[in-house]
């Protein structure tokens, strides 16, 4: 939903296909890390902060392996660095908006096959109105774990056997206190408890056990069974909902780009849902993918744009695999690894020691690639929400990233009289924006619209990394 309305902004027809009647309300995700919630504001789906809040930093506690203590900070100027919001409300949210800019959505509609065309991809589709064929110059695969499109299309996996069992369900226990809410680790396994709505209980079991069968319906009474287990006394429970299995199976795709095919989200990587990194992990992906798929689409794009979504987010979802499956040997209770949860926890009461894996697990250390032949020290940071004062009056970088187009920001009379020329035959595609000095800025800046920063001035030639994003007008569309 969030490719699609993106996608639309840009002016690109889209075509839905979602096999749910409705968004499902089954318990999912509802952590959103820092630089996705950064990202989203950026793009106008999140409000961005007040000016009023100033320098500064705001902290959220957050946990590694189940160990609390992590900090996840982020600047004042942006907005919070936690966002705890369901992926139901989510999907409405972008679903709206999608609809909204003129997306058709067809629910309950199944795809069925993906046959590649000279020009494009044809998708072959049952739903309630029978058999349907949509012809498009693209296809994304944004259909889940167990989705079709990486399959039709070919597309291998690395992938990570499963070496845990876990259970998930959300049930009445007959005895609130019997099981308070929070992260419960006994020699047995892990019981993860949080409230739900009217005294229900969202429970999650872990055990450091072969999984079962994952196709096996989950009884309410095998679940009682290992929570009972784990914690080790008798956690009566009733009215089950939503009861599943999951494991720490992980998979990810070998490329993002198949042709005119393209994954996001869980169809490209799939890991354990250990420190809420699945969802925020795939919003980038939409974000990084629609803007260069609309340019694409276009004829905008400069050379290799499209290749280099796999190439920025690919290794990103590499980094998250890594640091879940090293979490998850961490939550091993058995006693040979107390002397190693011993020393992250020691990381984690020292700030400095946490640092690095607060910003690795809200992806604030991202840098991209850079795709300049001599680039700056800041291409592919991400630049921060920064106040700026313009020719008509304040303004900030999340708000001049609202229209969705790269921003070149020149700080200043000298940046204004050096590349304001070099980048005027760009004019169509690109926003200038002058404005004065920044000490903790370089003089001129371009600016992608996922918020990283593409060339800097001192860095190598503006016109050759405008070049490397945006076709020049006069040369025509892609071939």
């Known amino acids: 939903m969030l490719v699609a309305a993106e996608l639309a902004a840009y002016g690109v027809a889209v075509v839905v296909l979602e096999r749910e009647a409705a968004t499902s309300q089954r318990p999912k995700a509802t952590t959103v890390h820092a630089r996705t919630v950064q990202t989203l504001a950026r793009r106008g789906y999140l409000p961005a902060p007040s000016p009023s809040r100033g320098a500064g930093t705001v902290r959220s506690a957050f946990h590694f392996a189940g160990l609390p203590g992590l900090d996840i900070t982020a600047p004042a100027s942006e907005p919070p660095p936690l966002l705890k919001r369901s992926q139901a409300d989510l999907e409405g949210l972008f679903e709206r908006r999608a609809r909204a800019r003129g997306v058709r959505v067809l629910r309950e509609y199944r795809m069925t096959e993906v046959r590649p065309r000279p020009e494009g991809v044809a998708v072959l589709a049952?739903?309630?109105?029978?058999?349907?064929?949509?012809?498009?110059?693209?296809?994304?695969?944004?259909?889940?774990?167990?989705?079709?499109?990486?399959?039709?299309?070919?597309?291998?996996?690395?992938?990570?056997?499963?070496t845990v069992s876990a259970l998930m369900g959300l049930v009445r226990l007959e005895n609130p206190q019997a099981l308070q809410a929070g992260?419960?680790?006994?020699?047995?396994?892990?019981?993860?408890?949080?409230?739900?709505?009217d005294g229900e209980r969202h429970l999650r079991t872990l055990r450091f056990e072969p999984p079962a069968d994952r196709g096996r319906p989950l009884e309410?009474?095998?679940?009682?069974?290992?929570?009972?287990?784990?914690?080790?006394?008798?956690?009566?429970?009733?009215?089950?909902?939503?009861?599943?299995?999951?494991?720490?199976?992980?998979?990810?795709?070998?490329?993002?780009?198949?042709?005119?095919?393209?994954?996001?989200g869980d169809a490209a990587h799939l890991h354990f849902p250990i420190g809420g990194q699945g969802l925020s992990t795939g919003l980038l992906d939409a974000v990084n993918l629609a803007w260069k798929l609309a340019a694409t689409v276009r004829g905008s794009a400069g050379a290799g744009l499209l290749d280099s979504y796999g190439a920025e987010r690919r290794p990103a979802a590499e980094r998250v695999i890594a640091n879940v499956r090293a979490q998850?040997?961490?939550?091993?209770?058995?006693?040979?690894?107390?002397?190693?949860?011993?020393l992250i926890g020691h990381l984690l009461a020292d700030e400095r020691g946490a640092a690095p894996l607060a910003a690795m697990i809200s992806a604030q250390d991202t840098v991209l690639p850079a795709r300049t032949a001599h680039p700056s020290p800041w291409e592919g940071r991400f630049l921060p929400n920064t106040a700026l004062t313009t020719p008509s009056g304040p303004a900030d970088v999340i708000g001049l990233l609202q229209q969705g187009r790269l921003l070149l920001l020149l700080l200043g009379d000298q940046a204004r009289a050096q590349y304001e020329k070099a980048a005027?035959?760009?004019?169509?595609?690109?926003?200038?924006?002058?404005?004065?000095?920044?000490?903790?800025?370089?003089?001129?800046?371009?600016?992608?619209?996922?918020?990283?920063?593409?060339?800097?001035?001192?860095?190598?030639?503006?016109?050759?990394?405008?070049?490397?994003y945006v076709r020049a007008p006069e040369a025509g569309p892609e071939g």
């Open 220 to 264: 309410l009474e095998e679940l009682r069974a290992q929570t009972s287990h784990i914690m080790g006394r008798d956690i009566a429970m009733d009215t089950p909902r939503w009861l599943s299995r999951f494991s720490d199976y992980a998979r990810l795709a070998r490329t993002y780009r198949s042709g005119r095919v393209l994954l996001a």
């Open 328 to 342: 998850v040997a961490l939550m091993d209770p058995q006693e040979r690894f107390d002397p190693l949860r011993d």
């Open 424 to 468: 005027r035959r760009w004019a169509p595609l690109l926003r200038v924006v002058r404005a004065e000095p920044v000490a903790a800025l370089p003089g001129a800046l371009l600016v992608r619209p996922d918020g990283h920063v593409a060339w800097a001035c001192d860095g190598g030639d503006l016109e050759e990394a405008l070049a490397r």
């Open 183 to 197: 992260w419960h680790r006994t020699a047995r396994g892990w019981v993860v408890a949080k409230a739900g709505a």
């Open 126 to 162: 049952h739903g309630p109105q029978g058999a349907v064929v949509c012809e498009a110059r693209y296809v994304v695969g944004a259909d889940g774990a167990r989705g079709a499109v990486r399959e039709q299309a070919g597309i291998a996996s690395d992938t990570h056997p499963a």
